[in-house]
């Protein structure tokens, strides 16, 4: 079995038998795949602790691609986000990151962007003096657009005016302009709850959208930004991607942030 080499983030890790451990991780080079540390928590606790979850490695391991789960050679800390570990809310912020992007992608197909990202957040959350929510917006859209659902903001998908507010619909999955979800929510069995997104909130959105996760700096929030920023990303996400909708992670997250 060939030996290979790739840098690596721990998404998940649970123990297996008496002395051994499984993890989920993001790679660069494999994508998302499943590694067993046989033996890992018998030797030294250093050993153990890079199947801890946040864990950012350079991997060693015995690859076999009709194989489910991979054997663990070796590894190294490539960082340690400190901050990210030690700060109750970064911590929760970052345990979503890991559960959104282990819920929503599948298959072992590498995607260099999409690991750019998650590494680039969890350092930016790590670095960040302020307020992480629009990190956390900034990763959900950007997970979106990468994955395929790249939300809908300039034009409403059923008249094709210019959105200038909306509600998010049940039925369509994009934003309804007023006069559309209007009509369109008497004929439609999917209500949504707190959908409205104003001219403000679709402006943010379309910057979080195109913009570099540098000049998240210069994004400015006033009070009601999240709960309709949010909210629609909430929605977005749980319409387009299955296995989002019970997120331990997310719930733990709005109790800490409300
Ligand atoms: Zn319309």
């Not at 080079?29 to 490695?57: H, M, T, W």
């Not at 960082?79 to 959104?100: C, M, N, P, Q, T």
């Not at 979800?181 to 679709?202: G, L, P, Q, T």
């Amino acid at each position: 079995m060939p030996i290979e080499k790739t840098d690596a983030i721990i998404l998940k890790s649970f123990k297996y038998g008496d002395t051994s451990k499984i993890a989920r991780c993001y790679t660069r080079d494999f994508g998302k795949i499943s590694i067993i540390g046989k033996g890992i928590r018998k030797g030294k606790a250093l050993r153990s602790a890079y199947f801890d979850p946040l864990s950012y490695l350079s991997l060693l391991f015995y690859y076999n691609p009709k194989r489910e789960l991979q054997i663990f050679s070796k590894a190294e800390f490539k960082g340690i986000w400190h901050s990210l570990r030690r700060d109750v809310k970064k911590l929760s912020y970052g345990f979503a990151v890991l559960e959104l992007v282990d819920r929503s992608v599948t298959g072992e197909e590498p995607h260099e962007e999409l690991y750019q990202l998650l590494l680039d957040i969890l350092q930016y959350i790590n670095d960040s003096n302020g307020r992480i929510n629009k990190v956390f917006w900034f990763f959900e859209i950007h997970l979106l657009s990468l994955l395929g659902f790249r939300p809908r903001l300039s034009d409403c998908p059923h008249c094709h005016n210019e959105l200038t507010e909306g509600q998010f619909s049940g039925e369509y999955g994009e934003l309804l302009c007023n006069d559309c979800y209007d009509k369109n929510i008497k004929r439609s069995h999917f209500i949504v709850k707190d959908s409205a997104v104003s001219h403000r909130a679709i402006g943010l959105l379309k910057k979080l959208k195109r913009g570099n996760i540098k000049d998240l700096e210069e994004i400015k929030l006033q009070p009601g930004d999240r709960k309709q920023v949010g909210r629609f990303l909430n929605n977005y996400l749980k319409f387009h991607l299955e296995g989002i909708r019970d997120l331990k992670s997310l719930q733990v997250l709005e109790q800490i942030i409300s």
